[in-house]
């Protein structure tokens, strides 16, 4: 690029300053004297004001003198005066005699040569960078200044050190005699930096490159110069996909620019400016100020100085480096324990001044260790606070500082779980070593971490790590926590690895009756799962809910045994107490166990949309790539089942398809991922495949001893696949022994299911056969007492076509009323499908009645409510409002079905309570319950 090339870049916003300094000039070819006062941040084109004047005073045959003394003239009297002297006079260099002799005659020495020499020729005199100007040159300045009325001199007075100092030079007392003008040289318009870059690179940069070098440079064309230079090099186009190599350019003009400066600034300036790029704008200046040495300068001189220096910005009353390349190459030139210890004392500050938490942990991470508990609070609040937000990385770096700290071994144990709980999101495996680790401190730390730091195990999913801390620690333990650790290792021996076979060492044996909260849930879990003793399951589990324990898994054992046992309401309500529980914590994985856990209970109510909100929610919490792989099969076999009731078929067969992590056919959920694909497999029309699928499933269940058909109704499946491929031997095999299992469990559900299935097979070996009759409307009954509300739409779907079948359509009509109330929550789902082939040949009877009539057959109450005296004094509308409540609705939905608002909902059931005295929806629901609603 040409000179002048480079002095139309330089000049790019500075016409207007250049037009008055030359005008200045000519003044003083007239004999006028004048002075221009330069300001504005370092780096916004001085030096390129300076350059061109002095080359327009040469160009007027002006002498150029400047005030400047080089390092080997430091400590030299009259240096800088003496080298204006030599210039304008030709002499030769002052002596000691003539410096001596400068009292005797008054004035400088030098200076009335100086004078003389002024008044015949016009000169331009530059004084910049004072501060290292001897005081004696000073002091001759000072008299030169009081002298220029009358002389035909052009003086340009600025630099970076006119902040410094006050007004040394005494411009400001001859305001009145001479004209002086002050210069403020602003950073770059967003257009000047636009035509800059265009200037360089001979194209229109693209709007966000433009915002980009404006950003990178903070409007400082100097640095945008340097930056522009080394991009331009490599011969890109200014557009937004080399903001990237932009921002390179940029690290390495800051560095420069940022090395110059500290070549010109004192001390004490550079210190504040570490202690500014510590701090980062979180405290005000005269803390700032508090974390340096007292200087010399008063505190506005000192600011007045830092806004100069081109390396700050302004963040309302606060500053803050310019660029973080500045910041960077500060703390460079600080050794780490010079630097440790600045951000430490900062950090204190912080905390004193009322700085948030992360703000402080921030500044913590990068300290010394302090040694005091306010840092350690500080930063688990803020790790807590990131965890919440998704921000993982940081949340685990927060707690690894806190951990730096002098710590008590039970704290350190404490905070060593919080984090094993953060690392299971993306660094598992490190998080299982850190929780097997703090399970073997048994008796250097509180006995309860150990307890958490084996229920974070397996609630990832690694029981068998978690068996093994458990055998440790009972070794080694009292009796304060054995209890629970023993039920912590029951549960952990259902959940292992090969769980079929025999484990040794074994684990002791939970009592028949525990009285532990723990032992309780999980001998509750282990009951259900084999089908046996439901009212001793109930009672067990809900002993265990009662206790307000931190362990999570015990009882989520307890909410799962009463979902097995048909207290669907009652197992939510305990997950959703769990999950508030966990939603502040750090605990990612019992929180995806949790919510994956209460996705599969909303599945069997029939709410869809919950159940698949949950699920993506438990795969926020722990991705699946985060979940043990003995764990994995579980959350996968509930999103395929959630896709499979919801109608998309393709999908759940692209899950069940998909790899599995290497170990996880070896867990007891093995079976369950068997199950889901052997049903995409029986939807695919591929019911041989499905048979030999679900024949390994069974076999893995009864290995395990996990026998209840209420867990996972595999038996049904097995039976749909066997009458397709014509072994009906087999099939009836198999719906003899579910409603067998399922009679010796007890639960309304699990026995009308087993019901259910036994007619449809009975249906299917008759040529017509079609389950219509009585012996289904009481298997639907059964049902209706159960909150399974999915298999309940089922059992409806096939009643309404047995009924269809039969001719009675005004009963089929009923079925299928009911029915589609179960699969109102997915209208697109597979319970959806599977009732529109009803829906056009009964038209002709929808027709017929009115819309409320049709929904007050569907809701039509028994005999056994109508002779509850206050209900015949109900309204339709409210008996109507409160059969869908008792069914187990809510007000949105009812609100829906019946087009009214949810207020209204809210008023009628109201009215319901107060007429029938009940003392709320609870009671309401146990009511048409009992009376075999609908």
């Known amino acids: ?82 080298r204006i002297v030599t210039d304008l006079t030709g002499g030769r260099p002052f002596d000691a005699g003539v410096a001596d002799s400068a009292p005797q005659t008054g004035a400088p020495p030098g200076l009335h040569e100086a004078v003389a020499a002024l008044r015949d020729r016009p000169a331009l005199l530059v004084i910049r960078d004072s501060r290292w100007l001897d005081d004696d040159s000073r002091g001759w300045l000072r008299s030169l200044a009081r002298r220029l009325p009358g002389l035909p001199v052009a003086v340009m007075f600025g630099g970076l050190h006119m902040a410094e100092e006050a007004d040394w030079l005494g411009v400001q007392a001859l305001r009145d005699q001479v004209p002086v003008n002050g210069l403020e040289l602003l950073p770059l318009t967003a257009a000047g930096v636009s035509r800059l870059v265009e200037m360089t690179c001979g ?130 030139g600080m050794s780490a324990e010079v630097r440790g210890d600045l951000y430490a004392r900062a950090a204190e500050l912080a905390h004193r001044a009322g700085a948030d938490d992360e703000q402080v942990a921030g500044l913590l991470l990068r300290a010394r260790p302090v040694g005091a508990r306010w840092a350690v609070h500080r930063l688990r609040q803020s790790s807590a606070a990131l965890y919440r937000r998704g921000s993982y990385d940081r949340a685990r770096a927060h707690l690894s500082r806190a951990l730096t700290e002098p710590l008590r071994p039970e704290l350190r144990a404490h905070i060593g779980v919080e984090l094993a709980g953060v690392e299971a999101v993306d660094a598992p495996e490190a998080s299982d070593r850190r929780l097997a680790d703090i399970a073997q401190t048994v008796g250097t730390c509180a006995p309860r971490t150990v307890l958490r730091a084996v229920d974070l195990c397996l609630a990832r999913g690694d029981a068998d790590q978690a068996r093994r801390a458990v055998l440790q620690a009972l070794a080694r333990t009292g009796a304060e926590v054995r209890e629970d650790l023993i039920a912590l290792g029951a549960l952990a021996d259902e959940l292992r690895s090969h769980p079929a076979e025999l484990a040794v060492p074994a684990m002791p044996v939970l009592p028949e009756r525990p009285s532990a909260p723990a032992q309780a849930g999980v001998r509750a879990w282990s009951l259900a799962v084999r089908g046996v003793r439901r009212e001793a399951a109930r009672t067990l589990a809900r002993a265990a809910l009662r206790s307000d324990a931190d362990e999570v898994m015990p009882r989520l054992a307890a909410c799962r045994a009463l979902m097995l046992a048909d207290e669907l309401t009652e197992a939510a309500a305990g997950m959703d107490r769990l999950a508030r529980g966990l939603g502040g914590g750090h605990a990612a994985a019992a929180l995806g166990r949790v919510l994956a856990a209460r996705a599969e209970c909303h599945l069997r109510r029939g709410r869809l949309d919950l159940a698949a909100r949950d699920a993506h929610d438990a795969q926020h919490a722990l991705p699946p790539t985060s979940w043990h792989p003995l764990a994995v099969p579980q959350l996968l076999t509930v999103r395929i089942l959630i896709e499979v009731e919801s109608g998309r078929e393709q999908v759940a067969a692209e899950l069940a398809a998909g790899a599995v992590p290497a170990g996880a056919e070896e867990g007891p959920y093995w079976p369950f991922l068997l199950f889901a694909r052997a049903l995409t497999a029986l939807m695919a029309d591929r019911a041989a495949d499905a048979a030999a699928v679900l024949q390994h499933c069974g076999r893995a269940m009864v290995r395990q001893g996990w026998l209840n058909p209420a867990l996972l109704p595999w038996r049904s499946l097995a039976m749909e696949a066997a009458v397709r491929v014509g072994d009906l031997d087999r099939a009836r095999s198999i719906a003899a022994e579910e409603a067998e299992l399922a009679g010796r469990w007890g639960a309304p559900g699990a026995i009308g299911w087993a019901e259910v299935n036994r007619l449809r097979l009975s249906g299917a070996t008759v040529a017509g056969g079609a389950p219509g009759g009585d012996d289904m409307r009481e298997a639907v009954s059964l049902l209706r007492r159960s909150p399974g509300r999915l298999m309940l739409g089922w059992a409806m779907a096939e009643l309404a076509h047995g009924q269809f079948a039969h001719g009675d359509r005004e009963a089929a009509l009923h079925s299928l009323t009911a029915a589609e109330e179960v699969a109102s929550s997915c209208p697109a789902g597979r319970l959806a499908q599977r009732l529109n082939p009803l829906r056009e040949p009964l038209r002709e009877v929808l027709n017929r009645r009115t819309p409320r009539q049709a929904l007050a057959a569907s809701a039509g109450a028994p005999d056994r409510l109508l002779l509850h005296p206050a209900w015949a004094a109900l309204s339709e509308s409210d008996r109507i409002t409160a059969m869908l409540a008792g069914r187990g609705n809510r007000n949105r939905h009812i609100a829906t079905l019946l087009s009214v608002s949810e207020r209204t909902v809210e008023l009628r059931l109201s009215r319901v309570y107060k007429a029938m005295r009940l003392g709320g929806r609870t009671e309401l629901r146990a009511l048409i319950q009992a009376a075999g609603s609908g």
């Open 1 to 82: 690029m040409t000179g002048s090339a480079n002095a139309d870049l330089a000049l790019i916003e500075r016409q207007a300053c250049l037009r008055q300094l030359t005008a200045m000039l000519d003044e003083a070819k007239q004999g006028h004297a004048s002075v221009a006062v330069l300001s504005g941040r370092c780096g916004n084109g001085q030096f390129a004001l300076l350059r061109h004047t002095m080359a327009a005073a040469a160009d007027r045959d002006m002498p150029v003198l400047t005030a400047r003394a080089g390092h080997a003239d430091r400590g030299r009297p009259f240096a800088a005066a003496e």
């Open 203 to 332: 194209v229109a940069p693209d709007d966000e490159f433009a915002a980009s070098a404006a950003r990178l440079s903070a409007g400082s064309p100097d640095v945008l110069n340097d930056m522009l230079r080394v991009f331009h090099a490599g011969r890109r186009d200014p557009v937004a996909a080399q903001v990237p190599a932009l921002t390179a350019a940029a690290s390495s003009a800051w560095a420069e620019h940022t090395d110059f400066m500290l070549r010109e600034l004192p001390p004490a300036v550079t210190a504040v400016l570490r202690a500014l790029t510590v701090c980062d704008g979180l405290l005000d200046l005269p803390l700032v100020y508090a974390l340096v040495e007292p200087f010399a300068m008063s505190a506005a001189r000192m600011r007045s100085v830092l806004e100069s220096c081109g390396l700050t910005a302004s963040a309302g009353d606060r500053l803050t480096v310019v660029a973080p390349q500045v910041g960077a190459r500060l703390l460079d």
